[in-house]
């Protein structure tokens, strides 16, 4: 039985000629397999047989277009849950397998290229006195929720994620198998501000403010939970 998940990945042609095909082996060795794979581009792309093809809205060259991109797939998927997975980086064989679907969304803890992971809820407690995103970790959701809170044309932070599922009374639940690899290279826009528009800028500044200030408060428990008040 396939996962209901639908991958979604958002790629220029630079990076689909060098990640491309390693992209397409990774999730073709997944098991289970997912039920959808859309793929958006502003050109277009060769895919496997099955996999879906939507046009970006956009160029995609920084964090603002990608999440834009996102944004058109999650109405396009037909998968209870939606994920984000940049093309170059790579999942374990069995990140579907075991996976704690419940909630409203589910941060997966993943490992930096180095091999080390934010796995124990012991680590994770260290990020929350920080105002950036100092852990590599994906984002399920249900696609209703994807469309209810769509990716913010920033920076990729979970704890913003964490902080806009709060203030809307959504539960994240955490999965520490940590079973996909983070990769930065030369390359890598994830934490770039190109293409960010000045008001989501704003917007996470706003956010981060928020954080720091202690409006947005941590009450000790596993998993976390943040009430916005």
């Known amino acids: ?3 209901p998940v639908a991958i979604i990945t958002p790629c220029s042609a630079k990076f689909w000629d060098k990640f491309g095909e390693e992209h397409i082996a990774n999730i073709q060795g997944l098991d289970p397999q997912p039920e959808e794979i859309i793929v ?3 050109t277009k792309l060769v895919l496997p047989e099955g996999w879906i093809l939507v046009d970006a809205p956009s160029k995609i060259g920084g964090m603002g277009s990608v999440a834009l991109a996102c944004n058109k797939a999650f109405e396009v998927a037909t998968a209870e849950w939606v994920i984000y997975k940049p093309v170059d980086d790579l999942m374990d064989k069995n990140f579907f397998d075991g996976m704690p679907y419940g909630g409203d969304a589910i941060n997966v803890m993943g490992r930096w290229q180095n091999g080390f992971c934010y796995g124990t809820p012991d680590q994770f407690n260290r990020l929350l006195d920080l105002d950036h995103n100092g852990m590599p970790g994906w984002i399920l959701m249900r696609k209703e929720v994807a469309t ?14 964490w902080i806009d599922f709060r203030a809307k009374g959504l539960s994240v639940v955490f999965d520490s198998r940590c079973v996909w690899t983070w990769r930065v290279h030369e390359d890598s826009f994830s934490h770039s501000s190109a293409g960010v528009p000045p008001e989501a800028i704003e917007q996470t500044r706003l956010l981060r403010d928020m954080h720091k200030t202690g409006s947005v408060r941590y009450r000790a428990e596993w998993p976390p939970v943040f009430e916005v008040r």
């Open 148 to 161: 209810q809170v769509p990716f913010r044309p920033v920076w990729f932070d979970d704890w913003i994620f």
């Open 1 to 3: 039985m396939n996962a």
């Open 40 to 42: 958006v581009s502003d």
